[in-house]
């Protein structure tokens, strides 16, 4: 610890522990907690080399009236220095465990009501379950009541925390024997730690038989954190755990799933997923009833349950012959159904196709479905039911539909539900983008570019849909190596209508063409997107015009934009181009109240700075620049005088003041005056 710090540490205690004082905000207090925990890593007994940290801990916990926040960060640092087996004893020793994390303590004085402290109690106890004594400690104070107590605390962030903490603290109990222990007092403590962990698994036993199924709905939020410890527990707990657990909630699973709750759905396949994957994970065959859960619930009834509980076993789940087919399937079956593609043959499933004349339960049922399709393609072909290309020909289909095109294979009454649906338009474009990455896709680029400037140029088009639509461009513009796959017609619309976006009356509009256009001129090393789709000079000349947009927005991403042609700028006239845009950051640099902009032209000039060499044509530019258009009296003044900030070098006078105040700053001295010595 370095020594000035620790000479400040004793007043900065003090300074915590009076009640008189208040805080501005617990930033602070975390970036304190921060650098503790760095300093226990690094090894040895903070309160042997802190003393000052214990009369602390004591005084915060005999001062209640102390901010929460206070009490909160006490309580976890209590659990960081009892984390080492040194500052355990030395605070067991002293009562200072005792007196902290004794939640009735905290109660009796009425501060348990505050999430502030509950968090930091459950918290401080995570901490310090680093060793056997911290166990200990952990299990005849009775802590495992409380947390189960908590799991329904009416603050999520309590209830998670409670959830993590205690199969944290269950998994240690339960961990397998050392091997090749065998002095007395080891096999001692082993026994007395196999009879308290009974103990222990006969209260979560109860507890667990008693939550999982909710008498009522009053109760689905007590259900839901119960399952949810059950999957922690499951994915984490070896063979012996595991089995006791599974034996005793089969019985309350299997009446879960016939309950078919909704709203238990996700929760109740995490719990079924873990059992099932743990044990293919060991080499075993799931248990049967395992086996005959995960089976139901990817043949419910109901059809949004069936495709979520499809998603969850996809994202979760490891691959298995016969339940992956079956999920995919699942998951493709209302794309297929809204545009009539034939995704899965000859196929029908009549009671999700009756789910999906329902407008909200269509637009989400088909937003599954879009999410989970760029996964789906990516899986070996013995799972998949179609060629990747017929996913993103479905997923075109589905474009047209919403934007009002009619389809003669689609369901009517199924697809009228998504027209217009800026929901289904942005998750639609979200797959599209990614399905740029799927294999045996290639040849659909220009289809897609077709549909997206059809996106580009539809005056219904909302901003965040155009953005989406920028942003599948930008994927599947980097596949454009064979300049075959477009053609001229489709450049010529493209130029059309990001010439006219670049012109919207809506900055976000603005903001994303200029972004995109961005993303092409930054395309390197490929044959190339940019040259493929749009003329460099072209884009250039969009992006001099954005730096006089009105928006700061606007012209700090031309700015960026801009950084990305350095090296790449018209062969003709490129000296005057250069010495056009410099001029017109540096009055952005010192006239625009903005910082957004600003920012952007430092990170511009730094681009440019390491991209050249002292003696390049460039930085001779600059300094022409510089020396030729110098920011006024004016423009000095309103950044803060010219006197103070001058002398960064002599052969650019005009500029000394620039250099010094914004691009100095991020540069250093050294890098300036390197510059500006030739």
Known sequence: MDSECASLLPRVCEVLADSRRALPDDTSLEKLLDWFTGLTKSGGCLLETCPCLLDFISSVGNNTALDPAVLSFTLKLTGLLAASE?????????????????????????????????????????????????????????????????????????????????????????????????????????????????????????YLTESLVPGDNTRLQQSLQTLRLLALLLSQAGPPLRDMLLQTVLDPLEELVKADCSLLTLSLMDAIMAAHSCSVADGHVPDQRVSRLLSSMLNSNKPSDLLQAAAAFLHRGRRDSIYTVQAVRILLLPLSIVTGHPLLGATDHLSMVEDMKSKSSCISMICVSLTNAPQITNMPSDVLPCPPDSVVSAVLSLLKICSGFSSPTARREVSRNVIGSSKVQKCALETLAALSNSTGVKLKVSDVIRVLIGYLDNPDSDPSVLHKSYQALKKWACMCTDLSLLTDQLREDLTAVVGKRACDMRWEVRDSTVEFLGHLVQERGRASASEAMLSRCWIRSLLKVALQDAESYVRASAVDALAGTLSQSCQQGAADEESEIVSRLLEILSQDAEGFSRRAVVRYFITWFSSSTPHSSSASLLSQVCTCSPPTRQRRSRLGGESSHAGVGPAAPGCSFFWSSELQTELGDKTCSKWFSW
């Open 86 to 206: 040194d500052g355990f004893k030395i605070l067991r020793d002293c009562s200072v465990l005792d007196l902290v994390f004794k939640h009735q303590h905290w109660q009796d004085k009425g501060v348990w009501e505050d999430p502030c402290l509950r968090i930091g109690w459950i918290q401080g106890l995570k901490n310090l379950l680093q060793h056997p004594a911290a166990l200990d400690f952990f299990v005849k104070s009775g802590f495992i009541e409380p947390l189960l107590q908590l799991q329904t605390d009416t603050s999520l962030f309590v209830a998670s925390a409670a959830n993590q903490t205690l199969a944290h603290a269950l998994l240690l109990l339960h961990l397998p024997s050392s091997e090749g222990s065998n002095s007395t007092e080891e096999h001692d403590d082993e026994h007395a730690r196999t009879s308290t962990s009974s103990d222990e698994f006969t209260v979560l036993s109860e």
